[in-house]
Protein backbone atom coordinates (compact mmCIF):
# COMPACT_ATOMS: atom_id res chain seq x y z
CA UNK A 1 0.00 0.00 0.00
CA UNK A 2 1.29 3.36 -0.95
CA UNK A 3 1.36 6.07 1.55
CA UNK A 4 1.00 9.74 0.26
CA UNK A 5 0.68 13.26 2.50
CA UNK A 6 -2.92 14.04 1.45
CA UNK A 7 -2.02 17.49 3.07
CA UNK A 8 0.82 18.72 4.39
CA UNK A 9 2.72 22.10 5.69
CA UNK A 10 6.01 22.89 4.43
CA UNK A 11 8.55 21.49 6.66
CA UNK A 12 10.49 24.42 8.42
CA UNK A 13 13.75 24.77 7.60
CA UNK A 14 17.25 26.72 9.18
CA UNK A 15 18.59 29.48 7.04
CA UNK A 16 21.25 26.77 5.77
CA UNK A 17 18.96 24.25 5.04
CA UNK A 18 16.82 26.43 2.98
CA UNK A 19 20.18 27.48 1.15
CA UNK A 20 20.77 23.89 0.43
CA UNK A 21 17.47 23.39 -0.88
CA UNK A 22 17.64 26.46 -3.25
CA UNK A 23 20.83 24.74 -4.99
CA UNK A 24 19.23 21.36 -4.92
CA UNK A 25 15.26 21.59 -5.75
CA UNK A 26 15.86 17.68 -6.94
CA UNK A 27 15.70 14.12 -5.24
CA UNK A 28 18.89 12.71 -4.87
CA UNK A 29 17.71 9.20 -5.73
CA UNK A 30 15.02 10.04 -8.16
CA UNK A 31 15.03 13.46 -9.92
CA UNK A 32 11.36 13.93 -8.94
CA UNK A 33 11.15 18.24 -7.23
CA UNK A 34 12.29 17.34 -3.68
CA UNK A 35 10.54 18.41 -0.71
CA UNK A 36 12.87 17.76 1.98
CA UNK A 37 16.44 18.23 3.55
CA UNK A 38 17.27 14.81 4.87
CA UNK A 39 20.11 14.73 7.68
CA UNK A 40 22.53 11.87 6.33
CA UNK A 41 24.23 11.69 10.13
CA UNK A 42 21.43 11.89 11.50
CA UNK A 43 22.48 14.70 13.44
CA UNK A 44 19.47 17.27 12.99
CA UNK A 45 21.75 20.25 14.42
CA UNK A 46 24.44 19.63 11.52
CA UNK A 47 23.60 22.05 8.77
CA UNK A 48 26.54 21.78 6.57
CA UNK A 49 26.40 20.86 2.97
CA UNK A 50 28.44 17.38 3.39
CA UNK A 51 25.19 16.10 6.06
CA UNK A 52 22.44 17.60 4.35
CA UNK A 53 20.66 15.38 1.17
CA UNK A 54 17.47 16.64 -0.87
CA UNK A 55 14.80 14.15 -1.18
CA UNK A 56 11.56 13.38 -2.32
CA UNK A 57 8.32 12.82 0.04
CA UNK A 58 8.47 8.74 -0.86
CA UNK A 59 12.37 8.82 -0.43
CA UNK A 60 12.67 10.21 2.47
CA UNK A 61 9.30 9.53 4.62
CA UNK A 62 7.83 6.49 1.84
CA UNK A 63 7.30 2.99 1.67
CA UNK A 64 11.49 3.17 0.75
CA UNK A 65 12.86 5.76 2.42
CA UNK A 66 15.67 5.74 4.73
CA UNK A 67 13.82 6.06 7.78
CA UNK A 68 11.20 3.39 6.73
CA UNK A 69 14.12 0.48 5.17
CA UNK A 70 17.14 1.80 7.13
CA UNK A 71 20.22 3.34 6.22
CA UNK A 72 22.00 0.27 5.11
CA UNK A 73 19.22 -1.00 2.60
CA UNK A 74 18.66 2.41 1.33
CA UNK A 75 21.99 3.02 0.29
CA UNK A 76 22.54 -0.25 -0.65
CA UNK A 77 18.94 0.04 -2.55
CA UNK A 78 19.75 2.93 -4.23
CA UNK A 79 23.79 2.46 -4.61
CA UNK A 80 24.94 5.06 -2.33
CA UNK A 81 27.47 3.37 -0.69
CA UNK A 82 30.12 4.57 -2.79
CA UNK A 83 28.93 8.30 -3.04
CA UNK A 84 31.62 10.05 -0.54
CA UNK A 85 28.08 12.15 1.31
CA UNK A 86 26.88 8.63 2.32
CA UNK A 87 29.82 6.81 2.88
CA UNK A 88 30.54 7.55 6.18
CA UNK A 89 27.37 6.55 7.74
CA UNK A 90 26.76 3.48 5.85
CA UNK A 91 30.48 2.09 6.78
CA UNK A 92 29.70 3.11 10.30
CA UNK A 93 26.19 1.33 10.34
CA UNK A 94 27.81 -1.98 8.80
CA UNK A 95 30.40 -1.58 10.96
CA UNK A 96 28.28 -1.90 13.94
CA UNK A 97 26.48 -4.48 12.39
CA UNK A 98 29.66 -6.89 12.15
CA UNK A 99 31.09 -5.42 15.87
CA UNK A 100 27.66 -6.92 17.17
CA UNK A 101 28.15 -10.27 15.03
CA UNK A 102 31.90 -10.24 16.26
CA UNK A 103 30.80 -9.86 20.08
CA UNK A 104 27.67 -12.64 19.42
CA UNK A 105 30.48 -14.77 18.45
CA UNK A 106 32.61 -14.67 21.42
CA UNK A 107 29.83 -14.85 24.08
CA UNK A 108 29.50 -17.67 22.67
CA UNK A 109 32.69 -19.20 22.75
CA UNK A 110 32.64 -18.05 25.96
CA UNK A 111 29.91 -19.58 27.31
CA UNK A 112 30.37 -22.89 26.13
Not at 27 to 48: F, L, M, T
Not at 85 to 103: S, T
Request: with cysteine; aromatic share 8%.
Amino acid sequence: MRRTPLKTKAPRRTKAQSRYFKYHPRCRVCGKPACDVHHISGNRQDDSDENLESLCWEHHRGDRSVHTIGIIRFCEWFMLTKDLKWQKVYDKAVGKIEFNRQMEELKGEHDT
